[in-house]
């Protein structure tokens, strides 16, 4: 982007070693023996192990589940099946037994990513895409063997898989055929499911339809696609009302909604979204404003394969995201874990219909302890403000700075939020990249608001009440557990008000451990 800007101030920021409180640290030391030796980076309230992609989020029998893609045989890539874990709150999850593993020819090799759909009478639904005896990609339905099971445990693969495969007739290439999306219901009747794919250099969104959720047929053109964008994996594709914060079940369409599209980059391995409207006389996905690029995406740091959820109980829609390491390979063995997910988040349409907005799940905030509320205050330029930890010795030889940046740009001014790892670690085996993003905000009319979470390895931040968000992985050796602590400052020359800070410990969430 070129512009001509003037550096104006940078406004009030963080820094932070990985965990707020010596609360974190007590509760590492009590972990059962498999986790006992030393795990700086293990997250203490973020979803783990998650090898890979979410799979097939949803709410059934008032039980939260998440599936995601995990080998059981090692920490590679294979054997992949559908681990299974549940929640009554988002926070807590209990691991289950595997929902499916490769057991027929059309999931021989794998069972890769797919969607739940919760179908009429609330009996919930998985298309799946299965590695098959040839090693094609091709869609298979899996349904519970026991819906009085409120946890889901067993699943009963349909005779007639594989649902949707790749022929010489439709053209479809064997290695670019994934992700079947959660399907919605039209008003004729007919289910509808969307499939990842890649027509040349299109990224692509293919439709099929279903009247009894087995037989289903190609339609003649895709949902979307976009020339030059790569392979899709992991489309998604949902309504939110345009005016309110309330989340919507799947099937709505209507003049009060708009849709988004969401498609995971393969190229780029971030993912990115679109708003616009469904024709569904025509089966289509028309993008606001004409434009038909990818701009916008969910978050401009480590973020990848996400899914939403329509929660049919609080009435919210939920994001859920798969945020892999940054350190090295070598590095990912020592630990012997990889990935994680990001904090379950609302989702809904910003007022101005421009974007989404992003915000943590209330239930996460029944971890706060030991809050920290300091008085209003100016921080001049050059101000390091103590707020929480112990005080190091050794000074900030490791730190992670969350700021923003002022510029003005003709009559206007930009706000950039930024998450600068450059300095999070004294190991340089570690990706050290700084990731920012433009806020949507009037800085002459509003406050500036932060909201980061951090936990041990990740950090997780919110500019502008949820209007931009950044993901980092950060891995310091000197400022972890009772060593860190965090910063409010001012880098710049102008003073800086803050008018509100709080700051609390976060409990340790019970998480994947019977
Ligand atoms: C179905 O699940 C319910 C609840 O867990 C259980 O009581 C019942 O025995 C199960 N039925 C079968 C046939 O397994
Ligand atoms: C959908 O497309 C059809 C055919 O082009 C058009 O007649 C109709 O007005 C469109 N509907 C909406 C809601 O835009
Ligand atoms: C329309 O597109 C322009 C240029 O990409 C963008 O600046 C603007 O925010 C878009 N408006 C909406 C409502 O999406
Ligand atoms: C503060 O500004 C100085 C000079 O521009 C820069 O070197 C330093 O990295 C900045 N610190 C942070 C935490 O952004």
């Known amino acids: 982007m070129i512009m001509s800007t003037i550096w104006l101030l940078t406004l009030f920021s963080v820094i932070y070693g990985n965990s707020a409180s010596h609360y974190l640290y007590r509760n590492l030391q009590s972990l059962s023996s498999e986790y006992s030796y030393d795990q700086p980076y293990r997250t203490a309230y973020h979803f783990q192990p998650a090898w890979n992609w979410i799979n097939g989020p949803m709410r059934y029998g008032g039980l939260y589940h998440v599936f995601y893609q995990y080998n059981p045989r090692g920490a590679t890539w294979g054997n992949i099946v559908w681990a299974h874990s549940v929640s009554?709150?988002?926070?807590?999850?209990?691991?289950?037994?595997?929902?499916?593993f490769p057991s027929q020819p059309s999931d021989i090799n794998g069972c890769w990513s797919g969607s739940a759909t919760l179908l009429p009478g609330n009996k919930p639904a998985i298309l799946y895409t299965g590695i098959d005896s040839m090693n094609r990609q091709v869609q298979n339905l899996a349904q519970p063997k026991n819906l009085s099971d409120p946890f889901l445990r067993e699943w009963v693969k349909s005779p007639k898989n594989p649902l949707m495969e790749p022929t010489s007739a439709n053209n479809i290439d064997s290695s670019s055929f994934r992700d079947p999306?959660?399907?919605?219901?039209?008003?004729?009747?007919?289910?509808?499911?969307?499939?990842?794919?890649?027509?040349?250099?299109?990224?692509?969104?293919?439709?099929?339809?279903?009247?009894?959720?087995?037989?289903?047929?190609?339609?003649?053109?895709?949902?979307?696609?976009?020339?030059?964008?790569?392979?899709?994996?992991?489309?998604?594709?949902?309504?939110?009302?345009?005016?309110?914060?309330?989340?919507?079940?799947?099937?709505?369409?209507?003049?009060?909604?708009?849709?988004?599209?969401?498609?995971s980059l393969s190229a780029k391995q971030h993912d990115y979204y679109m708003i616009g409207s469904y024709n569904a006389t025509k089966d289509v996905f028309i993008p606001d404003n004409g434009t038909n690029q990818f701009v916008l995406s969910y978050d401009y740091g480590k973020y990848y394969a996400s899914k939403t959820f329509f929660d049919d109980g609080k009435k919210r829609r939920i994001l859920l995201a798969w945020v892999s390491e940054s350190s090295s390979s070598a590095d990912d063995k020592?630990?012997?874990?990889?990935?994680?997910?990001t904090i379950p988040r609302t989702i809904w349409l910003h007022k101005s219909g421009k974007q989404l907005v992003q915000w943590p799940v209330v239930e996460i905030e029944k971890l706060r302890a030991y809050p920290v509320n300091l008085p209003p205050q100016v921080l001049k330029g050059g101000q390091l403000l103590h707020i929480n930890g112990v005080t190091a010795t050794q000074g900030l030889q490791e730190y992670t700075s969350i700021s923003f940046r002022i510029f003005r740009h003709q009559h206007k001014y930009l706000v950039l939020l930024c998450s600068d790892q450059s300095r999070s670690s004294l190991n340089k085996d570690n990706d050290l990249a700084t990731y920012g993003t433009f806020v949507d905000v009037d800085p002459l009319h509003e406050k500036l608001s932060l909201r980061t979470l951090i936990d041990h390895s990740v950090v997780e931040s919110f500019g502008g009440e949820g209007r931009a968000c950044i993901t980092a992985r950060v891995y310091p050796t000197l400022a972890i557990n009772d060593k860190a602590q965090i910063y409010a400052f001012n880098n710049g020359t102008v003073d800086v008000k803050i008018t509100k800070l709080n700051a609390w410990s976060m409990k340790k969430a019970q998480i994947n451990r019977n």
């Open 181 to 263: 999306t959660t399907a919605w219901l039209g008003k004729d009747g007919q289910w509808r499911v969307l499939v990842g794919s890649l027509r040349e250099t299109s990224g692509t969104a293919l439709l099929y339809k279903s009247k009894d959720f087995v037989d289903w047929v190609q339609a003649e053109q895709p949902l979307h696609s976009t020339l030059g964008s790569g392979m899709w994996e992991c489309p998604d594709f949902f309504p939110v009302l345009s005016n309110g914060q309330l989340g919507v079940d799947t099937s709505l369409n209507g003049d009060h909604v708009r849709h988004v599209l969401k498609a």
């Open 334 to 341: 020592k630990k012997g874990w990889s990935g994680i997910y």
């Open 88 to 100: 009554k709150d988002l926070v807590n999850w209990t691991p289950l037994d595997p929902a499916l």
